[in-house]
């Protein structure tokens, strides 16, 4: 029987999915209510649909109609719940358990697993409103305040003193579908993420990076996320165990997952997880590293076909040098655009994202999308690496109408060496 892949929506990972799907031969399908000529990944499709991806029973039906194997969907959650969804309706396979996307989606449920687990989290200090007095008299600053259920920094404050906080809760709250907002302990650390793969039911990691800030809009932001990482033997020694039991708790026994922490003097406090492809490109690195990618593996379990690792999934792959490279921008008026076909053309160098073309503008936020770019780069050592950043920097620019510089490069490179 012919294999039809149906794409819902776009994200950074539809253009690479197409592409190995259709290079595996599968009819390719996508559907959203954007225009067929909006993007390079619906002109790539086999065919499209104008059907919104919450619209469920139109999509029932013409899946039904057109015979389609599999349903797919890269890291929009909107889109990823639609694809669960509808999967469940269409008995197509999904990856992802109830539990464990339901953990996924709200930090609070993940942490009450992490605990029972054995696994360190930050204090958290249960804050409702109307705001209670004893409970605020307890708070030891600072704490982050944030929304239960959203990501990409939307609504997330550091807070030094009871009237920020004041400020900050409204703002987290608004960004909470669920009006669920934690208040907890700022951990002071290196913040790393873990990436996993299951592979006949059990998780094995197949990245450890940790993440390399700078000062934009008086935030730490990220900028980097290096690989290989000097704490994947301890993370793995105190870990050992629980994360397993973290995972057979949640029923996630397929696909993939990434948690994040923070490590302070040595203990790990794990603060969320995430049951789909990252947002910033990271199977780029894989594909060049070892052939295959985490994202080919997600179309693979698409399709109903089980994970078929390329090497020995019981060691740490990647230990290639590499990073993403989120290159951050000032606000301002885009004039011109220079150095993009370059990068194109750098050996082991991608752009995953271009968020702002010429004549764009580029509005001053609180989260991360004032990222201009999401660059992957892989190189034979650290020095290599830390040469191919510095050639970006002097290649890639976002002009304004006075021939400023808009983009705020990463230049604290002993950093890297550390």
Request: charged residues 25%.
């Amino acid at each position: 029987m012919e294999n039809k892949l149906l794409f819902l929506g776009v994200d950074t990972t539809t253009k690479y999915a197409l592409a190995y799907a259709k290079e595996r031969g599968v009819t390719t399908i996508i559907t959203d209510y954007y225009p067929i000529d909006s993007s390079l990944e619906r002109r790539m499709a086999d065919e499209q649909w104008a059907v919104d991806v919450v619209d469920l029973d139109t999509l029932e039906e013409n899946c039904r109609r057109a015979h389609v194997t599999g349903v797919y969907a890269g890291n929009h959650e909107l889109c990823l719940d639609m694809a669960k969804a509808l999967c469940k309706r269409l008995g197509l396979p999904f990856y992802a358990s109830d539990e464990g996307w339901a953990c996924a989606r709200d930090k609070l449920r993940f942490k009450r697993h992490c605990i029972a687990c054995g696994l360190s989290v930050p204090k958290q200090y249960d804050l409702t409103l109307p705001f209670q007095q004893d409970i605020l008299d307890k708070i030891s600053y600072p704490v982050i305040v944030k929304p239960a259920d959203a990501c990409a920094q939307r609504g997330l404050s550091l807070c030094h003193n009871e009237e920020e906080l004041r400020a900050a809760y409204p703002l987290a709250l608004r960004f909470s579908d669920s009006g669920t907002v934690l208040v907890e302990e700022w951990i002071q650390g290196e913040e790393i993420s873990i990436d996993y793969l299951f592979i006949d039911g059990k998780p094995h990691i197949v990245g450890l990076n940790r993440g390399i800030f700078m000062e934009v809009n008086q935030r730490h932001n990220f900028s980097l996320f290096l690989e290989p990482s000097i704490h994947y033997a301890a993370y793995a020694k105190q870990t050992e165990g629980k994360v397993e039991q973290l995972f057979e708790r949640m029923h996630w026994t397929t696909g993939i997952a990434f948690l994040q922490a923070i490590c302070r003097e040595g203990e790990y406090y794990f603060l969320e997880m995430g049951g789909r492809m990252d947002g910033v490109g990271s199977w780029t690195k894989e594909k060049d590293i070892i052939g295959k990618s985490r994202l080919e593996y997600m179309v693979d379990l698409a399709l109903g076909q089980p994970i078929q690792p390329v090497c020995d999934p019981n060691i740490y792959h990647y230990e290639q040098d590499s990073t993403v490279y989120l290159v951050w921008a000032k606000a301002g008026n885009i004039n011109r655009v220079a150095g993009e076909a370059e990068l194109a053309s750098m050996p082991g160098v991608h752009i995953v994202l271009k968020r702002f073309a010429q004549g764009e503008t580029i509005q001053a936020t609180d989260n991360m999308l004032q990222i201009a770019y999401y660059l992957t780069i892989v190189a034979d050592c650290r020095a290599q690496l830390i040469q191919k950043i510095q050639t970006i920097n002097q290649t890639l620019h976002l002009y304004d109408e006075q021939g400023r510089e808009l983009l705020l490069p990463f230049t604290a490179y002993d950093a890297l060496m550390e």
